[in-house]
């Protein structure tokens, strides 16, 4: 169950992002004001951080476009946070962290706390996943200080369960369910439950590691509990997951099993492709783990045609991984290496596009391909000048 596992751990990175964004794209993309694009893209960011990866270096890119002539700070920490966010979650970590903490220093100076106490909480994470737990702890109380002075509540503990996580990955278990309830108590507090039943499913997890199955079923179900006063179906769907592990777990096999069809089908019915490949797999391990081979391959290899026909190449990936677990052959490990090899090259290549500078003026040196004869004219016009004010002088 290694691979299903994995589902469990959460990265509690943006605790109060909605299943759905106030914004489009379209909306971004119509705004001919820079300030009130870098509003949107704030709001934008939070969505695609969960669903779309990806199209954040091109929200970024964009604000960026828009920026070029006023030159606006707030504009351009909001791009920077972009792309630091990009970055940090494609594995370009100290490019990302250089560019959260320009864009932290020109919020600090603007002087908004609810974006001083964003920029802290992103820092935080950053070095978490570079297992700098010190600085991360800093960073993480910094936003919680910051976020004190917020007119929202919630700021003032926003960044309470990556501290949370922080002290668990450090290897201090108490401290992190100890902030990890704290955390719990403000969010029902304020009828959070989406945070609240993230928080859930963190402490299950910490039940799950520990091999208190009893403790880690309670968790979860207090997990659904709150999922189901919230309005996103993607936890919900989550909570579902989480309790057929630990049915799995539970020794509940067919119960397990039949908790991760009904996931599969909902995710169908979300629509999200990177979800539904997720689902497969999982179905796929739980076969295996079942005795089923033959099905378990099939279902495998339903994630990995899916993954293939949308462009996932992360999720062709895990699943080839995955099938490698039966498979060790050449073919397998090659194709891997390949599509690792291509998703950098395509990342790299997504960075280098922000070069907006290099553009524009590679744009403006094609105003150079004009006719010939326009070059005469420039050339003509101060001897025509010339002629004609000797005329003058000579009357």
């Known amino acids: 169950m290694n691979r299903i596992t994995l589902v469990l751990i959460l990265l509690h990175l943006s605790h109060l992002c909605h299943s759905q964004s106030a914004f489009n794209f379209a909306q971004f993309a119509e705004e001919n ?3 009130n694009k870098a509003t949107i893209a704030l709001e934008l960011l939070k969505y695609y951080n969960r669903y779309h990866l990806d199209s954040l270096n091109i929200l970024g890119i964009d604000l960026k476009k828009s920026n070029h002539l006023i030159n606006d700070n707030y504009v351009k920490a909001t791009y920077q946070r972009v792309f630091g966010m990009f970055d940090v979650r494609k594995g370009f970590m100290k490019e990302g962290l250089k560019l959260l903490k320009s864009s932290r220093s020109i919020f600090l100076n603007l002087g908004d706390d609810e974006l001083i106490c964003e920029a802290f909480n992103e820092t935080g994470i950053c070095y978490l996943l570079m297992n700098d737990f010190e600085r991360a702890k800093n960073d993480f109380k910094a936003s919680i200080k910051f976020g004190e ?14 501290l949370a996580q922080c002290y668990y990955e450090n290897g201090n278990i108490d401290s992190a369910q100890l902030y990890t309830k704290r955390y719990i108590e403000r969010a029902i507090s304020e009828n959070k439950f989406e945070s609240a039943a993230n928080a859930y499913s963190f402490l299950g997890q910490i039940q799950l590691d520990q091999k208190n199955i009893k403790q880690a079923l309670i968790c979860f179900e207090q997990q659904m509990k709150n999922a189901q006063k919230s ?3 993607y936890i919900l769907i989550r909570a579902k997951n989480n309790l057929a592990i630990t049915k799995f777990y539970q020794g509940k096999k067919k119960i397990a099993l039949q908790l991760f069809k009904e996931v599969l089908i909902d995710r169908k019915k979300q629509g999200f492709i990177a979800y539904i490949c997720d689902a497969y797999l999982n179905m796929g391990e739980i076969y295996h783990e079942l005795g089923e081979n033959k099905k378990g391959l099939e279902y495998a290899d339903s994630s990995l045609s899916l993954a293939k026909n949308h462009g996932l190449i ?3 990936i895990e ?8 498979d060790s052959s050449k073919d397998l490990e090659n194709e891997i290496r390949m599509l690792k090899e291509k998703q950098t090259k395509i990342v790299n290549k997504n960075r280098l ?3 907006i500078n290099n553009a524009i003026t590679l744009e403006q040196g094609g105003l150079s391909n004009w006719p010939w004869y326009i070059y005469v004219i420039f050339i003509l016009i101060p001897l025509v000048i010339y002629l004609t004010l000797k005329s003058k002088l000579a009357d």
Request: proline share 6%; with cysteine; hydrophobic share 20%.
């Open 353 to 355: 596009n922000r070069n």
């Open 149 to 162: 002075s917020c007119e929202t509540n919630s700021f003032s503990y926003l960044a309470t369960i990556n």
């Open 231 to 233: 309005s996103s179906p």
């Open 314 to 316: 992360s999720h062709r």
């Open 319 to 326: 699943a080839l991984e995955t099938k490698m677990e039966n």
């Open 33 to 35: 004001n820079p300030k």
